[in-house]
């Protein structure tokens, strides 16, 4: 006979089930699986074991724990420990251990509970540690696996400490370049912005946002005699450290995951950090960020033969741009260097400059931004639906499949770099020309690639006698 979780108890007396109840655990998370498909499997997959075994399964618990942080409450989870401890359950079925416990605090207490009740841990991915035939195989290598943790981490008591900490964003270790620690009057510690060395990420960030090179950025703190975090020289892995910081955003990062808000007060816009970040991982950058382009237009301007990029060459001795495919077209680099700036300055130099490429981008951008927001929130509250049995996992996976693309497609409009920042300064201003001058090079070839699509056309002359017309420009944005 058997006692299942459904309001009956096992009677006063009887004997002990012969069929082992098992109880299966399934949590929805954002992970590489994907939403739908990763429960789907994980509750197939623990069924199937449990038929194998013979076990009767006499609970399914699942968790919605889609959610960027990994704080949130997992009620489900609390019903099963419940059924645990309530002698309800003899073995509790799950995919892979990580589906059960989020962290080392919650191992531990899961150990602990499993073992008071003397119930067995089955998980498919680990099947050689099937308690039901070597009993506390699996209990002694998470414990020993925690010692090892312990080792670690100095001790229990601070670990712990730390992760209170955590969750509740409060403030660990030293103290972070650009805020210090103050006292409440009630006893409690806060952080506050320095505003100094807050001035100090921000200037980067504007720097950076504005096309300047890491390079450019780090030698203009130390002429600047600007101190560093560390008291020694800027390096440019500090400088892009240091404005990457997930706190510069106000948000609280633990093992290297972010999960939540910090209690500071933040430096950067969290839509400036996104951007940062984006401009920052761009393959299109390295070349400005390490070895300092030299040129111009390599690497921006296409040749209209094959669509590849131009590339400096040397033809018969003269700098030239050459088709970096098949060597297409070519021209001297001066000819078209010097039509490219007559065209961008002279744009810029028009009054609606400001308006004409600014404003439209960056408003499409915060509209993606708020896009990529629900979309987040749909899957979520899907995956919720999930969880409460109001839609079934076919239908999350639909649901899942159809707004994945657009929350990808969203994310990646998010991601433009708003020019504003890399046209302040220069458009609609006077002298523009002289401006352009004194940019640094990484400037004026971010500037050109806003502006611009640059498409070097075939022509009969030959590269000896230059023809303008011979090069199509195609304005970005409303900039026409
Ligand atoms: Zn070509």
């Known amino acids: 006979m058997t006692a299942t979780l459904n309001g009956r108890t096992p009677r006063p007396g009887a004997p002990l089930a012969d069929v082992p109840r098992a ?143 955590a969750a509740a964003g409060r403030p660990h270790g030293r103290r972070a370049y650009g805020w210090q620690r103050q006292h409440t009057p009630g006893g409690a510690v806060r952080e506050v912005v320095v505003p100094e060395e807050a001035a100090i990420v921000q200037r980067i960030a504007g720097d950076l946002l504005a ?36 706190r510069n ?49 390599s690497g921006i301007a296409r040749c209209g033969v094959c669509g590849a990029t131009l590339r400096a060459a040397q033809n018969r001795g003269v700098p030239s741009y050459r088709c970096s495919a098949d060597g297409c077209v070519i021209r001297r680099k001066t000819d078209l260097d010097r039509l490219i700036v007559g065209l961008v300055t002279a744009r810029l130099a028009r009054p609606d400059a400001v308006r004409l490429f600014a404003a439209d981008d960056s408003d499409e951008r915060s509209a993606a931004l708020v896009e990529t927001e629900q979309l987040r929130a749909r899957l979520d509250h899907a995956a919720d639906q999930y969880a409460e049995g109001v839609i079934d996992g076919r239908q999350l996976e639909r649901i899942t499949a159809k707004l994945r693309p657009m929350l990808a497609a969203a994310e990646r409009r998010a991601q433009v770099v708003d020019p504003a920042p890399l046209l302040d300064g220069l458009a609609g201003t006077e002298g523009v020309a002289e ?25 009969r002359q030959g590269a000896r006698t230059f023809d303008p017309r011979a090069v199509t420009i195609a304005w970005k944005g409303s900039g026409a």
Not at 46 to 73: F, I, M, Q
Not at 213 to 233: E, F, W, Y
Not at 251 to 266: K, P, S, T
């Open 211 to 246: 096309g300047e090179s890491l390079r450019s950025v780090t030698a203009a703190l130390n002429a600047d005699g600007v101190p560093s975090p560390t008291g020694r020289p800027w390096g440019k892995n500090m400088v892009r450290a240091l404005v990457l910081r997930e």
């Open 23 to 165: 109880a299966v655990y399934c949590r929805i998370s954002d992970d590489r699986r994907g939403l739908g498909l990763g429960v789907d499997r994980q509750r197939q997959d623990c069924h199937d074991l449990a038929r194998r075994h013979g076990w009767e399964v006499v609970g399914t618990y699942v968790d919605n724990d889609v959610s960027a942080y990994s704080g949130k409450p997992r009620p489900q989870y609390a019903q099963l420990m419940g059924a645990v401890q309530g002698g309800q359950v003899d073995v509790v079925l799950a995919w892979d251990p990580d589906r059960l416990h989020r962290s080392p605090a919650e191992l531990e207490t899961f150990i602990a509970a499993v073992e008071r009740a003397g119930v067995d841990v089955v998980t498919v991915q680990a099947g050689e540690w099937d308690l039901s035939t070597a009993n506390g195989r699996l209990t002694a290598r998470l414990l020993g696996s925690i010692a090892r943790h312990e080792s670690e981490h100095k001790s229990e008591r601070v670990r712990r400490a730390l992760e209170q900490n």
């Open 435 to 459: 401006v352009w001058e004194a940019l640094p090079l990484s400037r004026r070839r971010a500037v050109v690639g806003t502006l611009m699509e640059i498409t070097v056309n075939r022509t």
């Open 249 to 297: 955003a106000g948000l609280r990062v633990h093992h290297g995951e972010v999960i939540g808000e910090g209690a500071w007060e933040a430096i950067l816009d969290r839509g400036r950090w996104e951007q940062l970040r984006a401009v920052l991982s761009d393959p299109g950058r390295r070349t400005s960020t390490g070895t300092a382009a030299a040129h111009l237009l």
